[in-house]
Antibody
Framework: QVQLVESGGGVVQPGGSLRLSCAAS????????MHWVRKVPGKGLEWVAF????????YYADSVKGRFTISRDNSKNTLYLQMNSLRPEDTAVYYC????????????????WGQGTLVIVSS | QSVLTQPPSASGTPGQRVTISCSGG????????VYWYQQLPGTAPKLLIY???QRPSGVPDRFSGSKSGTSASLAISGLRSEDEADYYC???????????FGGGTYLTVL
């Protein structure tokens, strides 16, 4: 079955960096758009970034543009999120999620989601 | 700040029917499909409704979605205690070039 497993979260000081990983299994990873979405404590879900199936395009929320970089290694079935210049407001559980529409954008259709990895930005 | 507007809370008693609204604009709900996600406490979000009205396999038919113009709704009938969760609407936003989520509605089963 389709499975997404995030890792790489932790505690980091403001201005620091972290790289999150999302290991995918149970489907042909290179055929699907992948997203990062975060849940800030006490707030709602916020889309962070997505990358096309072949890596040809990537898009970011304004709140992370210029600081975060989404990437993927289709040979390793893994999605990444490099987070630089971290701020306290980046504290959240970060989820990776799959777009079920093969080789195309399903819009806001995200299924399934990983279990999430917690990032805490604090001094 | 979410462009998709949901009430922050909703409530009902077991067996009742509740409706959660989601209001957007022409760049999101007005021109794209709406999706609903359920997030139980301490778990990852789960797809509940896709393409406005469709239920994934395994989702009970107590859950239904609708869309009209720039608004959408999620209805839950025969309310159960296990339905207590956060519910989020989402739609692609053409201006954002990405998915937009509503602020979420916490459903309490009294």
């Amino acid at each position: 079955q389709v499975q997404l497993v995030e890792s790489g979260g932790g505690v980091v000081q403001p201005g620091g960096s972290l790289r999150l990983s999302c290991a995918a299994s149970g489907f042909i990873f290179s055929n699907y758009v992948m997203h990062w979405v975060r849940k800030v404590p006490g707030k709602g879900l916020e889309w962070v970034a997505f990358m096309r199936y072949d890596g040809s395009d990537r898009y970011y929320a304004d709140s992370v543009k210029g600081r975060f970089t989404i990437s993927r290694d289709n040979s390793k079935n893994t999605l990444y999120l490099q987070m630089n210049s971290l701020r306290p407001e980046d504290t959240a559980v970060y989820y990776c999620a799959k777009d079920p529409a093969m080789k195309g954008s399903g819009g806001a259709w995200l299924d399934p989601w990983g279990q999430g990895t917690l990032v805490i930005v604090s001094s | 700040q979410s462009v998709l507007t949901q009430p922050p809370s909703a409530s009902g008693t077991p067996g009742q029917r509740v409706t959660i609204s989601c209001s957007g604009g022409s760049s999101n709900i007005g021109s794209n499909n709406v999706y609903w996600y359920q997030q139980l406490p301490g778990t990852a979000p789960k797809l509940l409704i896709y393409k406005n009205t469709q239920r994934p396999s395994g989702v009970p038919d107590r859950f239904s979605g609708s869309k009209s113009g720039t608004s959408a709704s999620l209805a839950i009938s025969g309310l159960r205690s296990e339905d207590e969760a956060d519910y989020y609407c989402a739609a692609w936003d053409d201006s954002l070039s990405g998915p937009m989520f509503g602020g979420g509605t916490y459903l309490t089963v009294l």
